[in-house]
């Protein structure tokens, strides 16, 4: 893949490792949130839930990666995701960013299918089904704070919580709106007893950030390049 498709001018940053953009989405996201396990517990029941939130869509990888997850690991039951994007992709772009994975996630096409360009506000995508498992995509076209306002509302009203948070939204240094005590206050207020997050940046600001909003935060081994990455759990 061509490292122009990869950067976003606009933050100037990249929308994942040029690396291999599934393997640190694995290791980061995935890996960092225990999700094989806790997938398989949650849908193997008729009425198990996992509900991820995200901030930062971009081109989608993680959501898709872990609705393939979901798809290895469960029989019943609903993968739910939540994510915001500010800045859309086009299906194409998308398309084009996730063509390299195509082969180690063969659902993806199929689900890439499924996205349309998104409006402004919430969008309903069906990502998957098979016999009584369903996975839904739920995008926000706007801005994090607007997002997680409105999340809060959608969850008061329907006792949703969030099992698991990925934190994505480029550099803190370069996007510092992604990773603010309104940002970390907002998601944890969408937790459930044992929500986990995972993030690449092991930045002091980040992790004094989400302490301060109530997550237990630990240090491991990053992917790549990066020496650490951070995860762990809200505490409540
Ligand atoms: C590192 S990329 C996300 C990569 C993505 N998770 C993937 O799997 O491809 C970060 C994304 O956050 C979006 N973003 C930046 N600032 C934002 C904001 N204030 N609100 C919502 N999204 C924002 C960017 O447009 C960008 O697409």
Redesign the pocket.
């Known amino acids: 893949m061509s490292l122009m498709r990869n950067w976003?001018p606009?933050?100037g940053?990249v929308?994942?490792s040029p690396d291999n953009g599934l393997n640190e989405?694995r290791h980061v996201f995935l890996n960092g949130n225990r999700l094989s396990s806790r997938l398989e517990t949650a849908l193997s029941r008729g009425d198990g839930e996992f509900c991820i939130v995200?901030?930062?869509?971009?081109?989608?990888?993680?959501?898709y990666a872990s609705a393939v997850e979901a798809l290895r690991h469960g029989t019943a039951g609903r993968f739910l995701s939540y994510s915001?994007?500010?800045?859309p992709l086009t299906p194409g772009q998308c398309a084009d960013?996730l063509a390299p994975f195509a082969h180690d996630l063969p659902p993806l096409e199929s689900m890439l299918e499924r996205y349309s360009m998104p409006e402004p506000g919430w969008n309903s995508y069906a990502l998957a089904e098979r016999g009584g498992l369903s996975m839904e995509l739920e995008l926000f076209a706007?801005?994090?704070l607007d997002?997680l306002a409105d999340l809060s509302r959608r969850f008061a009203e329907s006792g949703r919580r969030a099992h698991a948070l990925?934190l994505?939204?480029?550099s803190p240094r370069r996007?510092p709106?992604?990773w603010s005590d309104g940002v970390f206050s907002g998601l944890a207020e969408l937790c459930a007893e044992d929500c986990s997050f995972a993030t690449y940046s092991a930045s002091g600001a980040v992790k004094r950030g989400l302490g301060k909003a109530g997550f237990i935060v630990r240090r491991e081994a990053g992917y790549g390049e990066k020496r650490h990455m951070i995860r762990g759990e809200y505490r409540g």
């Not at 995200?54 to 959501?63: D, R, W, Y």
């Open positions: 976003n606009r933050f940053d929308y994942f989405s995200e901030a930062g869509f971009g081109s989608g990888l993680n959501i915001v994007e500010a800045h960013l706007g801005d994090i997002f990925y994505d939204g480029h996007n709106r992604m």
